[in-house]
T-cell receptor, first 112, second 111 residues
Framework: NAGVTQTPKFRILKIGQSMTLQCTQD?????MYWYRQDPGMGLKLIYY???????DKGEVPNGYNVSRSTTEDFPLRLELAAPSQTSVYFC???????????FGPGTRLTVT | GQQLNQSPQSMFIQEGEDVSMNCTSS?????WLWYKQDPGEGPVLLIA?????ELTSNGRLTAQFGITRKDSFLNISASIPSDVGIYFC???????????FGKGTRLSVIA
């Protein structure tokens, strides 16, 4: 049981490039979340999903897009990377009716 | 949106010392959670609290759900080097609403 997996672990992007951060969970959890964590800071919610086909904006959605075509996958898309998007990105999953949120290991992204 | 104020922001302590940190909110939560993030990893749940006034322990960690439901406290006794990391509080109500996280307390333990 792998839990929440994220790929890649590290990535360097040039300004204006695009990329997709992958997140997969094998726990059949309904809810999935994307957070960013800037150096020395807390977690900021980017987008979340309560189930396949449903997504909602979090606190800092600008510059990002998500989709949830299956229960397992919740990719995060950056269309035009900017230096302000340099951060560590965490994906998380939670089962409906429970409170425990399981986090992936993170993707460290640098935009230069 | 809802915000949690977590303090202190950072702490440097000697190995063996006890640690206290707290989290306050302007609004009520039904569940309080404490997570720990090891360096280079994602946060992991330490303790969950469900009832106002509840005191729960997990090894050397003890957490309390404030009676006003607007605060929570985490204590670590006899700290050891592996306690180093960032401790996050989180508040949760129910249903689809996402957890609300504090900004974290960064703990450093000096051997």
């Amino acid at each position: 049981n792998a839990g929440v997996t994220q790929t890649p672990k590290f990535r360097i992007l040039k300004i204006g490039q695009s990329m997709t951060l992958q997140c997969t969970q094998d726990m059949n959890h309904n809810y999935m979340y994307w957070y960013r964590q800037d150096p020395g800071m807390g977690l900021k919610l980017i987008y979340y999903s309560v189930g396949a086909g449903i997504t909602d904006k979090g606190e800092v959605p600008n510059g990002y897009n998500v989709s949830r075509s299956t229960t397992e996958d919740f990719p995060l898309r950056l269309e035009l990377a900017a230096p302000s998007q340099t951060s560590v990105y965490f994906c998380a999953a939670r089962l409906a009716g429970t409170y425990e949120q399981y986090f992936g290991p993170g993707t460290r992204l640098t935009v230069t | 949106g809802q915000q949690l104020n977590q303090s202190p922001q950072s702490m440097f302590i000697q190995e063996g010392e006890d640690v206290s940190m707290n989290c306050t909110s302007s609004s009520i939560f039904n569940t309080w959670l404490w997570y720990k993030q090891d360096p280079g990893e994602g946060p992991v749940l330490l303790i969950a609290l469900y009832k106002a006034g509840e005191l729960t322990s997990n090894g050397r960690l003890t957490a309390q759900f404030g009676i006003t439901r607007k605060d929570s406290f985490l204590n670590i006794s006899a700290s050891i080097p592996s306690d180093v990391g960032i401790y996050f509080c989180a508040g949760f109500n129910s249903g689809n609403t996402p957890l609300v996280f504090g900004k974290g307390t960064r703990l450093s333990v000096i051997a």
